[in-house]
């Protein structure tokens, strides 16, 4: 079974971008040319990790965080750096927008996905009704 069938998917987050590649990540932080944008994404690589992606001197810091029990989660940051557990990510989140917690750069701004746009219904129109072509002609006369 994938790890990622019993996870349950932060969606609750305005920063949680899902499967997101590498590259959309990296254009969506570097965008502003801001250090401490932020975001959530889906790891390429490890099925049921989630990636904590940072800018900083228009690079992209990637930190990996598990899930250890469900909902308590562990971030990597610095090499030899104390094993820390958070309750969920809001509070993990939380602890990195304060500056020298472990990351490159602290968190500043999100960067949230974008609500996707609502689908519009469109209704069928019957083109009889429309036009009506009474010949074998290529044109048709449009009725008022």
Avoid at 51 to 72: A, D, M, P, Q
């Amino acid at each position: 079974m994938d790890y990622r069938d019993i996870r349950r998917l932060p969606t609750d987050l305005p920063y949680y971008h899902g499967p997101l590649s590498k590259k959309d990540c990296e254009n969506l932080l570097l965008k502003d040319g801001i250090d401490g944008n932020f975001l959530l994404r889906d790891s390429e690589s490890l099925p049921g990790v989630l990636c904590l992606c940072v800018s900083f001197k228009n690079l992209v810091y990637t930190y990996r965080i598990f899930e250890e029990r469900r909902g308590f989660y562990n971030i990597q940051t610095v090499e030899g750096a104390p094993k820390q557990i958070f309750p969920n990510l809001k509070e993990l989140i939380s602890k990195f927008e304060k500056p020298s917690q472990g990351l490159v750069v602290h968190l500043i701004q999100p960067i949230k996905k974008a609500s996707s746009c609502p689908r519009w219904r469109r209704s069928r129109i019957k083109l009889d009704s429309i036009y009506e072509n009474n010949s074998n002609s290529d044109y048709v006369e449009v009725l008022p």
